[in-house]
């Protein structure tokens, strides 16, 4: 059976990928590039680092990087977070996960400071056993440095951990890294046959609690080779 749960946050266990999207908008609009939200939209699990390069063609290092990369947690911070709100179901989830005692850890592109904020409006920071975030890895989702770092964190074999996330970055960073994914819908955008990489689907936390006897915690899959 899996001993260790891998979770995304963005668009898994809080509603924010549509605010990270605007935010990068607006941040790029401030500095005098504008890009559509069509464009943003379907990066929006990737980090900084991976983002940046695609919509801009600049390094998230270089000094016109740096200065978007502010603005854009400025105006996450003032515009947004305020107003997300968690994915259904993502708390009783967790607690439910707890009680099965599965150890939980985040794997996130986002920022240290923002996957805290995100982690409290989903009232989640209790259930976890530690966090890690683009601040811990060299490269960003769908690269495996996360995961990597977050299967660490576990004290697991990849062979006794999933992950469960939102995007195909998700998923692709997992299967790189030897783990499978349960995907789940509620980040939006992606349709199942962007996610059908994934060991099974979900609509939202909730959705995968009610099913919860006759998922993947109850099947667990064949060990994969990283």
Same mark, same amino acid.
């Given at each position: ?114 996957? !805290?904020?995100?982690? &409290?409006?989903?009232? @989640?920071?209790?259930?976890? $056993? ?6 811990? %890895? *060299? =490269? ?12 660490? !964190?576990?004290?697991? &074999?990849?062979?006794? @951990?999933?992950?469960?996330? $939102? ?6 960073? %997992? *299967? =790189? ?20 990489? @994934? ?28």
């Amino acid at each position: 059976m899996y001993r260790a749960v891998i979770f995304d946050v963005d668009g898994t266990l809080v509603d924010s990928n549509d605010a990270h999207a605007w935010a990068w908008i607006q941040a790029l609009a401030e500095g005098g590039r504008h890009v559509d939200f069509a464009r943003v939209r379907p990066l929006i699990g990737k980090g900084g680092d991976k983002l940046l390069p695609e919509l801009a063609g600049i390094s998230i290092e270089s000094p016109e990087g740096q200065a978007i990369g502010d603005a854009r947690r400025r105006i996450l911070q003032r515009d947004f977070i305020p107003r997300i709100n968690a994915t259904r179901g993502a708390q009783q989830l967790l607690e439910w996960m707890r009680d099965e005692r599965l150890t939980l850890v985040v794997a996130s592109s986002a920022e240290t400071s923002e996957v !805290r904020d995100l982690l &409290r409006i989903a009232g @989640a920071v209790r259930f976890f $056993d530690a966090t890690t975030s683009s601040d811990e %890895a *060299d =490269r960003s989702k769908p690269d495996p440095d996360i995961v990597h770092a977050a299967l660490e !964190r576990t004290g697991c &074999r990849a062979s006794e @951990a999933i992950m469960i996330g $939102d995007t195909p970055y998700d998923i692709e960073a %997992a *299967d =790189r890294a030897g783990i499978g994914t349960i995907a789940l819908r509620c980040g939006g955008w992606w349709s199942d046959g962007d996610l059908s990489r @994934a060991v099974a689907i979900y609509a939202d936390p909730a959705d995968l609690l009610n099913h919860y006897d006759v998922s993947p915690f109850k099947r667990p899959l064949p060990v994969r080779s990283a």
